[in-house]
């Protein structure tokens, strides 16, 4: 199976003029689509309204997908999710795309050096209830929208 990378391209601001950053994510293959709740994200937005570690925005301007997927989706439009443990510093984000009649899943994670072998559908799904529930565990929380 060829190895497939989302690379999301974010708009330019002015101080970075004609330079797009982008953020390249490694495919999350598991056995059906990884959906999460479409409540999630509603509850990650009201969050962001009270709480300062958690920000949300748009700025993703077009995503990548560089490989040969074994489904092609269409999808409506997509997410960044960012964050950082407080406990150890480490960061890690999953790209959402949405899919009529799937809604929200997981396309890829990020960074690369994260082994997938360990990670498993149970475990990314506790880690987004943890983020809800418990958003002081994180030093920041990023919601990117297209």
Known sequence: MD???????????EQFEHKN???SFKNLEFKKPLSIPA???????????????IINFQNIEEVLIIGNPTVNHTYNYYLVILY?????GRRVGYLIGNVKNLGDIILGIWP??????DLSEEEILETYNDIIQNPNNY???CLISQ
């Open 21 to 23: 950053l982008t953020l």
């Open 139 to 141: 030093n920041s929380i």
């Open 39 to 53: 409540k999630f994200i509603l509850e990650l937005k009201k969050l962001s309204e009270t709480n300062q570690h």
């Open 112 to 117: 690369f050096n994260i082994d997938l072998k």
């Open 3 to 13: 190895s497939i990378i989302y690379k999301v391209i974010f708009t330019a601001h």
């Open 84 to 88: 950082t443990y407080k406990s150890n």
